[in-house]
């Protein structure tokens, strides 16, 4: 217990967070506050770290660094709920939210967090620049920002605000302007090419219905997988009915890409979506080549107009 006692007691406090914010927007306003107080709080530590350990200033330290451990779990916490509706887990961007757990982890687990981040300096940084990155990431679209600018943006920010970290002893700022300069131009660079392994948090898939067709904006006749061959060539054709939730404000163009046995056959590109709708915003593709043997595992990617994958439809249609 007195090792783990308040570990536990965190790990159990940000449980009970999840469920309290794991229902509509995030909250964008605790999510910037998180932002600003943490890196406030990081730049002075930074800065002054070097001078208190050498005067014996142990207590002021310690407590800083609580603080901020603290500050971190709370900001995690605060978004995961927002990339787990994200994140489609038969995909790559999987292990982003994986990701996103191990650092809600670290930052819970005193013993993990004193012995993998306090001691090194990189370390810290690192911590420091994925969970601005990762919240700024959702905080940017609620203003309208589309996500693939979203997150470069956030890339940017993140490394700037790495600057005060970034600051040698004795050295100077332009140095240390000129080192979070490359770090943000090669963090944007690596995540335009990284970008389908990110969720474009806060847009997700609030419904996807596999149906004969269309009436209204609402699916007529829905179908259950698996169908069989004959059954889907009798047919004609099948319609892939999605609602993408997106926050108020946002303009998003994407497209609806239809897979058989992981290959795309094709590509539709559908009407922007318009956030701010609870039920997400509706729209649906028809596919009607269904010649030969249409046998195999079959899926429908709603993606971004940038590539990234916001949910995914799937269903088997049997010999």
């Known amino acids: 217990m007195a090792k783990w006692g308040v570990s536990v007691a965190s790990l159990l406090g940000g449980a009970a ?9 995030p909250h964008g306003g605790w999510i910037v506050g998180y932002l600003i107080l943490l890196w406030l709080l990081f730049t002075v530590v930074a800065q002054v770290r070097q001078s208190f350990e050498a005067r014996g200033r142990w207590v ?3 407590a800083a660094d609580y603080t901020i451990q603290t500050l971190y779990h709370g900001l995690v916490l605060f978004i ?3 990339y787990f509706a994200s994140t489609t887990f ?9 990701l996103l757990v191990l650092l809600a982890l670290l930052t819970s687990l005193d013993p993990w967090y004193r012995t993998l981040v306090l001691p090194y300096g990189p370390a810290r940084q690192v911590l420091f620049g994925a969970s601005c990155f990762a919240a ?5 679209p609620l203003v309208g920002v589309q ?3 979203a997150l470069e943006a956030s890339a940017v920010l993140s490394a700037l605000a790495l600057t005060p970290a970034l600051r ?8 240390a302007w000129i080192r979070s300069a490359s770090v943000a131009v090669l963090a944007a660079v690596a ?6 392994a990110i969720p474009p948090a806060p847009l997700h898939l609030a419904r996807a219905t596999l149906a004969r067709s269309v009436e209204a904006l609402e699916p007529s006749e829905p179908i259950a997988s698996p169908i069989p061959a004959a059954t889907l060539r009798s047919w004609g054709s099948l319609v892939a009915h999605t609602a993408v939730f997106a926050p108020a404000g946002l303009n998003q163009s994407i497209a609806h890409v239809w897979r058989r046995n992981g290959e795309a056959v094709a590509i539709i590109s559908l009407s922007p979506i318009q956030g701010g709708r609870r039920e997400g915003f509706r729209t649906y593709s028809r596919k009607a080549d269904f010649k030969g043997d249409p046998s195999g595992e079959w899926a429908v990617d709603v993606v971004t107009g940038s590539g990234q994958l916001i949910g995914r439809l799937r269903f088997t249609v049997t010999p």
């Open 17 to 25: 967070t999840l469920f309290v914010f794991r229902r509509g927007l």
């Open 136 to 140: 700024l990431s959702v905080a940017v």
């Open 168 to 175: 040698r002893a004795g050295g100077s700022w332009r140095a």
């Open 90 to 98: 038969s995909s790559v961007n999987a292990w982003f939210f994986l």
């Open 80 to 82: 995961i709920p927002r």
């Open 60 to 62: 002021v330290i310690t």
């Open 191 to 196: 995540l335009w090419y990284l970008r389908a």
């Open 147 to 149: 996500p693939i600018w």
